[in-house]
């Protein structure tokens, strides 16, 4: 079945930048969408279609797509940005996927 | 801004039945013209789908528990409903639905993501 890959864990210091990827073979033909979910709470829509961010999501929160893998970028990262990150996308038959999801750390 | 409140019994037995229900409020305060799905997360673990009902009444589900589950929407559309049959330890988790935005491409066919969310209830699947 169809899967989307990201690394269990990214750690950066406050003020560097986050990268979190999420890999997935289809991706080249379906959009990609991130989460955000801090701890006890549930996910909030970050990004949706590789690069969009909804209202009220700050600019420094991006997302793009290159081939089969599709990234999460957070610059100037802060201490509130320590939470879980889930990519998701979906197949040709509307089936949903999320990605294992990854656990920034800011250290 | 439309809000999500999930609500059922936080314990169920063991091969019973699990029915949980999803209050949309605020927006339209109707769950009409729109879609909605249900999402699943084992403790500690990840995000699980479980399915989507959409505006006409169609839905899809989640391969592997396809056999098991049933979403619909009440008629006045501001319920949204889960039951999920047979329920082990293994169905224990935070429950949440989602309000689903809905696109079409020749290329890709349909594609979804999730933009409003409730906060979840927990189910524990026990004795």
């Known amino acids: 079945s169809y899967e989307l890959t990201q690394p269990p864990s990214v750690s950066v210091s406050p003020g560097q930048t986050a990268r979190i990827t999420c890999s997935g073979d289809a991706l080249p033909k379906q959009y990609a969408h991130w989460y955000q979910q801090r701890p006890g709470q549930a996910p909030v829509l970050l990004i949706y279609?590789?690069?969009e961010r909804p209202a009220g999501i700050p600019e420094r929160i991006s997302g793009s797509s290159s081939g089969t893998r599709v990234t999460l970028t957070i610059s100037g990262v802060q201490a509130e940005d320590e939470s879980d990150y889930y990519c998701q996308s979906g197949d040709s038959s509307g089936t949903v996927f999320f990605g294992g999801g990854t656990r920034l750390t800011v250290l | 801004q439309v809000q999500l409140q999930e609500s059922g019994p936080g314990l169920v037995k063991p091969s019973q039945t699990l029915s949980l229900t999803c209050t949309v409020s605020?927006?339209?305060?109707?769950?009409?013209?729109?879609?909605w799905s249900w999402i699943r997360q084992h403790p500690g673990k990840g995000l699980e789908w479980i399915g989507n009902i959409y505006d006409s009444g169609t839905t899809d589900y989640n391969p592997s528990l396809k056999s098991r589950v049933t979403i619909s929407v009440d008629r006045s559309k501001t319920q949204i409903s889960l039951r999920l049959s047979f329920v082990t330890a293994a169905d224990t988790a935070m429950y949440y639905c989602a309000r689903v935005k809905e696109y079409y491409s020749d290329a890709s066919g349909f594609e979804y993501h999730f933009d409003h969310w409730g906060r979840g209830t927990l189910v524990t699947v026990s004795t």
């Open positions: 605020g927006g339209s305060s109707s769950s009409g013209g729109h879609n």
């Open positions: 279609k590789d690069s």
